[in-house]
């Protein structure tokens, strides 16, 4: 008899996973624990093991597919069953088979939209609410009782999502501009041809994060910007070795700045009044791919080379474009930085990535003329902004700190001391 392989839970309150590719098709012999698909869980690209050793006899998704957990997505006859007296006994079950079992899998999904509450909504134990830790942190930070959060999740599971679909829809966290509400859209049919494209993983993962940060921490940018002239003579005279890029030199030197400035490698804990200031230094590197933005974490920043970060940086984006990255890549970081250089514009604001409280964005650089040893002479200059969490950060430090930043650039020989 087929085994019936359903996509289990792979990361905390991810409930629809986008399949990256199929290494398998039907005839395929498959041992247990084999990576059958690759799939985009949040930013993280997951492979899922075969259950049990057996041959594919059916596949049920193909790439580019937005599949729920728990949905039918193998089925696989085991060693040993596919002979010819047994296997004309489970044929009649196989063909109908799918049909029963993928179609419950919606209603998973679509109490989403339905804002009655749960079973566990009139539980006045939050320890028996069935939610993940980081689902609780973020009720703890939004002031939210879980007990009356809907849970749309298996068995009423309340997700990050569902905690943030409820302070909108009762207005409990304050904006600047009063209860955060989603009004519904219109029909745009109405106006003319639309078309409507699914989300994909990542992109629902960037929606979702970048909400959080916007609604929780409150923005302000500080502009600055640094004369690399002597940076760029510097970079270009280095012929051996990984190649020196301004984000590297960056990291080196924010990680300096951090220990000069340790607020801005904290986070805030807003239930317990408490300010968590960290005393490790993972940077977070902005990277764009085809699929969409990802943020991968470099560790221990100040423990290494400048030579040793140019070298992890390549490999890092290298994999975060061939959707290579885990879990593990992608969290943990404590400062972020984005560089937008290789692409133009003269500055932006970049936003926190929430739950850290600041981060660094890099605009192109140009010539311009500057006054320069009482002379007017063409200097390349590179736009800074740090965008930061005023809860914590005082403008006149964030200042300091972006100063800092700029001279520090300015001398690239300098910055190699601290390597």
């Known amino acids: 008899?087929?085994?019936?392989?359903?996509?289990?839970?792979?990361?905390?309150?991810?409930?629809?996973?986008?399949?990256?590719?199929?290494?398998?098709?039907?005839?395929?012999?498959?041992?247990?624990?084999?990576?059958?698909?690759?799939?985009?869980?949040?930013?993280?690209?997951?492979?899922?093991?075969?259950?049990?050793?057996?041959?594919?006899?059916?596949?049920?998704?193909?790439?580019?597919?937005?599949?729920?957990?728990?949905?039918?997505?193998?089925?696989?006859?085991?060693?040993?069953?596919?002979?010819?007296?047994?296997?004309?006994?489970?044929?009649?079950?196989?063909?109908?088979?799918?049909?029963?079992?993928?179609?419950?899998?919606?209603?998973?999904?679509?109490?989403?939209?339905?804002?009655?509450?749960?079973?566990?909504?009139?539980?006045?134990?939050?320890?028996?609410?069935?939610?993940?830790?980081?689902?609780?942190?973020?009720?703890?930070?939004?002031?939210?009782?879980?007990?009356?959060?809907?849970?749309?999740?298996?068995?009423?599971?309340?997700?990050?999502?569902?905690?943030?679909?409820?302070?909108?829809?009762?207005?409990?966290?304050?904006?600047?501009?009063?209860?955060?509400?989603v009004p519904p859209l219109p029909r745009f049919e109405d106006f003319g041809t639309v078309e409507r494209q699914p989300m994909s993983a990542i992109r629902r993962a960037t929606a979702k994060q970048m909400s959080l940060s916007w609604s929780l921490v409150p923005h302000v940018t500080q502009s600055d910007i640094s004369d690399i002239t002597d940076f760029e003579a510097f970079r270009k005279s280095q012929s051996k070795g990984p190649k020196f890029t301004i984000s590297a030199f960056a990291m080196k030197a924010v990680v300096v700045l951090l220990k000069e400035f340790p607020v801005f490698n904290s986070s805030i804990d807003v239930a317990g009044n408490q300010i968590i200031h960290k005393k490790y230094y993972n940077i977070g590197v902005a990277v764009d791919t085809e699929n969409g933005l990802l943020v991968p974490v470099i560790r221990d920043v100040d423990k290494k080379s400048i030579i040793q970060l140019a070298e992890e940086l390549t490999s890092i984006a290298e994999r975060a474009r061939q959707r290579k990255l885990d879990s593990k890549d992608l969290t943990g970081g404590t400062f972020t930085i984005t560089n937008l250089g290789g692409i133009g514009g003269t500055g932006f604001?970049?936003?926190?990535?929430?739950?850290?409280?600041?981060?660094?964005?890099?605009?192109?650089?140009?010539?311009?003329?500057?006054?320069?040893?009482?002379?007017?002479?063409?200097?390349?200059?590179?736009?800074?902004?740090?965008?930061?969490?005023?809860?914590?950060?005082?403008?006149?430090?964030?200042?300091?700190?972006?100063?800092?930043?700029?001279e520090m650039l300015e001398n690239p020989y300098q910055l190699l001391i601290h390597a």
Do not use: C, W
Request: no cysteine.
């Open 349 to 406: 604001t970049p936003i926190v990535n929430y739950p850290e409280v600041a981060i660094l964005g890099i605009s192109r650089s140009r010539l311009e003329p500057v006054v320069h040893n009482g002379q007017i002479v063409p200097r390349l200059m590179m736009p800074l902004s740090v965008s930061y969490d005023h809860r914590v950060i005082d403008g006149a430090i964030a200042a300091r700190f972006t100063r800092r930043l700029a």
């Open 1 to 181: 008899m087929s085994i019936e392989f359903k996509l289990q839970a792979l990361k905390e309150n991810v409930e629809i996973v986008e399949v990256n590719a199929v290494k398998v098709k039907v005839g395929d012999t498959v041992t247990k624990d084999q990576p059958l698909v690759e799939v985009q869980a949040d930013k993280a690209a997951l492979e899922v093991p075969s259950p049990a050793a057996g041959k594919i006899s059916q596949i049920l998704i193909k790439q580019g597919d937005q599949v729920k957990i728990g949905q039918l997505i193998f089925l696989i006859d085991p060693v040993g069953s596919s002979n010819g007296t047994t296997s004309p006994a489970p044929t009649p079950d196989k063909t109908p088979s799918p049909a029963p079992i993928v179609a419950p899998t919606p209603p998973t999904v679509a109490p989403a939209a339905k804002p009655a509450p749960s079973p566990v909504a009139s539980n006045d134990d939050n320890k028996v609410i069935p939610a993940g830790p980081s689902t609780r942190r973020i009720a703890r930070e939004l002031g939210v009782d879980l007990n009356v959060v809907p849970g749309t999740g298996r068995h009423g599971r309340v997700s990050e999502e569902d905690v943030r679909n409820f302070v909108r829809s009762n207005g409990s966290v304050p904006s600047a501009g009063g209860s955060v509400s």
